[in-house]
């Protein structure tokens, strides 16, 4: 490890290397010495000089397609887009007071929450790195917020520890990692470790656990005011008389060491959960509104595709137009086709066999959220949680707080669940009304009294009977991505696959965006090819 | 109808699965572990699983794709085929072997080949789904 001699330091290398190599070799060297590597996006791509008369047709309005309209428009492409929806945006959704929504079944659910609530049945939440959205944000003029990801005083909850009573996060957090530090400490002071750890390493490992750890002078993870001071007081500082802070008791260690609390705490150390991350002010749709009006003219709607067809010369789309029920054609030279392979893969297509194969080879996801309306933030007022989530063993997966308007005084519509695999199936095969109620029953567990008490209506979206998508996104597997991501993403002769399916950042719109501006970049180049 | 079913859910035991099974294979998670209510019955199964898409009625549904009707339908004649559909998957319905134990697949299989209007009364069972399911596939990104 450190020798002693003076190395040049890395801020010393890389400004070497931009004076050798400019920009370009900076972020190659970066990229390799670990840094700048969060992302594929290096700008947007700056098409241009399409062949006069080029024509592009864009299977769906979501964000893939959305962008791909907007880059090709601006290369010089003729562009339309057919989308099978009134509106534009895809999964990039929100629900309002006043939206109705009718899913597959039949059942449809007036919305009923306030002026400015809102529901974000899809995505909901930007992490910092994924550059090309937070790109088009800025130049699209989509206000951004920040979403707060991570808060120490929201609960955890599990069915089999803690009596099956909620606990503080950063109570269970702090109690993990005490006991962590004072049994490596008790290790390294039995002499387990000094086979692999120096006898210096020991000191600094020692000194950390024990800093790290809240650990007393004898390595002791304790009910005391260290241990107090990240987990919480039972009596906090205050002022005059009674100012002493009185330090609070400690959780079972057996309990400490239930899954939910450690895979709690390890959520936020996943790449696409750290820290900062945004959400746009006044819903997550408005994200797709703006990307929408860069080329609203260019929008067909109500438009149902039943077949793509391609020869020699150009691709001709049949569909049905739902409003007149009529059936109609599109054609163009290009097609870049955004529709979700859950519902491309019962389209009669002409693409070669492989490419049909690997359309039907990728199952879909098929989350539940549902929103609750609240008559007031009691979660601010009463337990001082601020934005961020409880994470419970319940289907229901979380209760997730709004992230806009706090202190706010008028309603508040919390995400009352973020169901995944058989949770999600559960809820998604109920009701409406019944999903609703076991999300009030569930989340009574983590704050009874309050929770059915300011209860005022729901909304609930089961992304399995999302009559456009059919689920909510692509679920690759090792063996599916080994046997037909490339086929998948290749040209089939006129026309090329775009979407957060043909990315490896799936079930995030930043996977569809760049998906989507690699598919019309190849494009662009294959048709001056031609 | 909603009393019935919540009781019903509540009476089924939660069984914990493991949380290194849950790692989030890519995209957005709601994080910690979920113990799920583990249906044992045909009828348990379907209504847990089956019916978020296929319907309480077995009817499925159309939109801009469709989800097949299970009643009265006659490719459920023979067992191999339902097996291979639900171990397997097809088009956006994920294949459930990993999700769902060959049990748990029999028992659904057996009950819609004998509900929803079909009648084909040779039983499903655990065998006939291990002899047709996969491994399990790898979570990727």
């Known amino acids: 490890m450190g020798t002693g001699v003076q190395r040049t330091t890395r801020r010393q290398l890389l400004s070497a290397i931009a004076l050798a190599g400019g920009t370009a070799a900076l972020y190659q060297a970066m990229t390799t010495l670990g840094h700048a590597a969060e992302t594929q996006f290096t700008g947007p791509p700056n098409l241009s000089g399409a062949r006069k008369g080029s024509t592009v047709l864009v299977l769906g309005a979501g964000l893939a397609g959305l962008l791909a309209a907007h880059e090709l428009s601006k290369a010089g492409y003729k562009v339309r887009i057919l989308e099978f929806q009134n509106r534009a945006g895809g999964r990039n959704w929100s629900l309002r007071g006043g939206d109705t929504y009718t899913e597959l079944g039949g059942a449809t659910q007036k919305i009923g929450f306030q002026p400015g609530n809102y529901l974000n049945p899809g995505p909901w939440r930007i992490p910092h790195h994924h550059r090309t959205l937070l790109h088009y944000c800025r130049q699209f003029g989509v206000a951004l917020e920040p979403f707060i990801q991570f808060n120490h005083n929201t609960y955890i909850h599990s069915s089999t520890a803690f009596g099956g009573k909620p606990v503080r996060f950063k109570a269970a957090k702090a109690d993990f990692e005490g006991n962590v530090a004072e049994l490596l400490a008790k290790s390294v002071n039995q002499k387990a470790l000094d086979e692999e750890v120096s006898a210096e390493d020991r000191e600094r490992l020692l000194e950390a656990l024990r800093g790290w750890g809240m650990l007393d002078k004898d390595y002791r993870y304790v009910s005391g005011l260290r241990a107090s001071a990240h987990r919480g007081y039972e009596r906090p500082p205050g002022g005059g008389v009674n100012g002493a802070p009185i330090p609070s008791p400690l959780l079972d260690f057996h309990d400490v060491l239930d899954p939910q609390v450690w895979t709690s705490m390890g959520f936020f150390m996943g790449h696409e959960m750290q820290t900062t991350m945004f959400q746009p002010v006044g819903g997550m749709d408005m994200i797709g509104k703006a990307f929408a009006r860069q080329v609203q003219d260019l929008i067909t709607y109500n438009a149902k595709v039943s077949k793509i067809a391609q020869d020699r010369k150009g691709v001709e789309v049949t569909y049905t137009d739902t409003a007149s029920n009529t059936v109609q054609t599109a054609k163009a030279d290009w097609c870049v086709c955004t529709i979700p392979l859950s519902i491309l893969s019962q389209v009669d297509m002409q693409v070669t066999d492989e490419m049909m194969a690997a359309i039907r080879a990728v199952p879909y996801s098929g989350q539940v959220k549902i929103g609750l309306e609240m008559r007031r933030r009691f979660w601010e007022e009463d337990e001082s949680i601020y934005g961020g989530h409880s994470f419970t063993d319940q289907e229901i997966g979380l209760i997730s707080y709004p992230n806009n308007d706090l202190f706010g005084r008028g309603p508040a519509v919390l995400l009352g669940a973020f169901a995944r695999e058989p949770g999600a199936y559960w809820l998604a095969g109920m009701t409406p009304e019944q999903r609703i109620e076991v999300a009030l029953a569930q989340g009574s567990v983590i704050h009874p009294g309050a929770y059915r008490k300011e209860f005022m209506t729901g909304a609930s979206v089961a992304w399995s009977r999302v009559p456009w998508a059919l689920g909510c996104c692509a679920r690759w597997s090792e063996e599916t991505r080994k046997e037909h991501y490339q086929t998948l993403v290749a040209m089939d002769r006129r026309i090329v696959l775009a979407g957060e399916h043909a990315s490896y950042v799936g079930c995030w719109m930043e996977g569809a965006l760049l998906s989507s501006l690699d598919a019309i970049t190849r494009l662009h180049k294959r048709a001056l090819e031609a | ?141």
């Open chain 2, 1 to 141: 109808m909603m009393t019935r079913s919540i009781l019903f859910a509540a009476a089924l035991a939660a069984v914990a699965v493991p949380a290194a099974a849950q790692a989030p294979a890519g995209g957005d998670t709601g994080g910690g572990v979920v113990r799920y209510r583990q249906p044992t019955t045909g009828a348990e199964v379907y209504e847990r699983i089956c019916q978020a898409c296929h319907m309480a009625d077995g009817q499925g549904a159309t939109g801009a794709g469709a989800i097949p009707a299970l009643a009265n339908n006659p490719k459920l004649s023979g067992a191999p085929y339902p097996i291979m559909v639900v171990t397997r998957g097809a088009g956006a319905m994920p294949g459930f072997t990993g999700m769902l134990s060959n049990a748990q697949m029999a028992e659904v299989i057996g009950y819609v080949r004998t509900h929803f209007g079909n009648a084909y009364a040779k039983p499903v069972t655990e065998a006939d789904v291990a002899a047709l399911a996969p491994a399990p596939p790898t979570p990727s990104h």
